[in-house]
């Protein structure tokens, strides 16, 4: 009895050991990635805040190029309503030319 005592307590000894271990290394594994965490998080930052500042850039563009579109469509508007007049000129000479 007192050997089959023994050997449940080793084997429940073994067991904790085998678990302590475990818990030792994954304690180890979390650490390492909790740093490899803050690393990424740094780059993350860093490239987030140069997206932004890109972002910001390109709505500035955006809005250059909506006036600058704007006022194309304006002077195309005239060069039509020239051409129109230019047309309505043209047709009459001809009509006074035959």
Same mark, same amino acid.
């Given at each position: 009895?007192?050997?089959?005592?023994?050997?449940?307590? /080793?084997?429940? #000894?073994?067991?904790?050991? /085998?678990?302590?271990?475990? &818990? /030792?290394?994954?304690?180890?594994?979390? $650490?390492?990635?909790?740093?490899? &965490? #803050?690393?990424?998080?740094?780059?993350?930052?860093?490239?987030? #805040? /140069?997206?932004?500042?890109?972002?910001?850039?390109?709505?500035?563009?955006?809005?250059?190029?909506? $006036?600058?579109?704007?006022? $194309?469509?304006?002077?195309?508007?005239?060069?039509?309503?020239?051409?129109?007049?230019?047309?309505?000129?043209?047709?009459?000479?001809?009509?006074?030319?035959?």
């Amino acid at each position: 009895m007192y050997g089959q005592k023994y050997g449940e307590v /080793t084997d429940s #000894k073994d067991k904790y050991e /085998t678990g302590v271990v475990k &818990l /030792t290394e994954t304690g180890e594994v979390v $650490a390492k990635l909790e740093d490899e &965490l #803050k690393i990424f998080a740094v780059e993350v930052e860093k490239k987030k #805040k /140069t997206a932004d500042e890109k972002a910001e850039i390109v709505g500035g563009e955006k809005v250059k190029v909506e $006036a600058e579109n704007a006022i $194309a469509e304006e002077e195309a508007g005239k060069c039509a309503l020239i051409k129109e007049n230019v047309e309505a000129q043209m047709s009459s000479v001809q009509r006074d030319l035959d």
